[in-house]
């Protein structure tokens, strides 16, 4: 009995281990296919009612629009703003809405009323008021200005209590303190933040990020807090006076936002580099990224967790929610086939064989590919023919034509394959393998088949123009692909002497360091 043919072995492409999906990658992808609103102008802030159903407060151009998750739709429109609004913020009941604005007021709203009647006014800033913010006791606000200055407001009557001028340059954001009424904290562009008891009249502590600061967040127990300027976000210890903790960041552009999931052990950043970048808060280290189409002004979640709202600098908000149950069954539901009695029937025997009776199993003969067709029975040229001439397997599958090109070498056929070829077919392998000649996958095969081609083809390829343009397109290509290889492995030696001395110096420091104490271990 003949032993049965075995196929043509292809090449696999290695597999991608930065591409698995952990628990982060599968949670932040459940979500919808976005819904896209166009604003009146830059989305400058967002913010989520902390009691349900969680409206969110969308900030744009001179309003401060409330939002339904449930519908995506406006509910209620807050205009009362004669230039451009800032950071419209939610209390912690959801019944009143504080925002500021390029005029240098604060004004307070009822929500409840549709935001038509201004509560309060407050006024004493100089200049635009970026940041407006309730204080955990629901009867302070927080407000901070473009002329430096950070005020604390009695609500009630609409009096300012406190005010500190440290910072010198203009304060873009802030946070308040959940566990404390009276803490504050503030980030600016003159590269500090500071944190401010509003009991005393200078600041607790100042840290420098060494750049103009986007963006603070505070933790909830209020020992730890976050600072975002450039590309870089930095963690700061309250209780060690100002420690820095650890900065990172993998973000191209400047991070303009930050936000916690519900559990806070999540950080959601965005970035003018059009990315929402989800960190890990247990190493800092990013387990999740969301792309939109423009730069990303503002991030927010819901406290369920089930809406993210992302504003844009082009005016564009972006709302996404989480796939529940009944869409995810829906879905299945449409994809599913009919089941009618052919459905049934379909890859079932008519007869259904008992205990007692003999089976004989019938085996069902495997296809071969045309090329494994023409390999078994030794047809070389036909062989490659059906790969080559073949243009969807040429752009979509050279791992394939690679393939049949090593089990020719292995039989020792590929010679016979190339000899006697037209003009035509020649072009056309020659464009294959400047195609493919600078993959790391190809090279080592490729190689030797155009060294074959040259040597069976040499004495006649100067009777075509069109050959020998493409062999010399050939050949400078793989000129560069050497020059770049060169270039390539003198990064590489000027890499390794660089990280010889710094190998060496950590040493020398090491061993000073033990010297030094064991003098001190001797007197």
Known sequence: MAASYKKAPVLQAPTDIGGQFTRDTVYWQELEFPVTIKEFGAVSHIEFSPTEPHHFAVTSASRVQLYSPQTNQVLKGISRFKDTAYCGSFRSDGKLIVAGGEEGLIRLFDTSHGGRSILRTFRGHEGAVHVSKFCSDNLHIMSCSDDNTVKYWDMASESEVSSFDEHKDYIRTGAVSTTSKDLLLTGSYDHTAKLFDVRTESSLLTVNHEQPIDAVLMFPNSNMFLTAGGTLIKVWDVLSGGRLLATFGSHHKTVTSLCFNSTNDRLLAGSLDRHVKIYDLTNYKTVHSLSYPGAVLSVAVSPNEKTIAVGMADGMLSIQHRKTESTQNEKAIKTKKSKNYRYFLKNKPAYQPTQDDLVVQHDRRERLAKY??????????KALDA???????????????????QELIRREGLKIAISGRDEKWLQLLLSFLYKHITNGRFINTLLDVTSLVIEIYLLVVSQSPELVTQFERLQNKIDNELKYQENMLEVMGVLDVIFASSASDTVA???????????????
């Open 387 to 405: 790969v080559l001439s073949d243009k969807i397997m040429r752009s979509k599958s050279p791992d394939v034509v690679v393939s049949v090109f």
């Open 509 to 523: 420091i090491d061993t000073v360091a033990e010297n030094n104490t064991s003098e001190i271990t001797v007197r």
């Open 372 to 381: 494994d067709r023409h390999l078994k029975k030794f047809e070389y040229s």
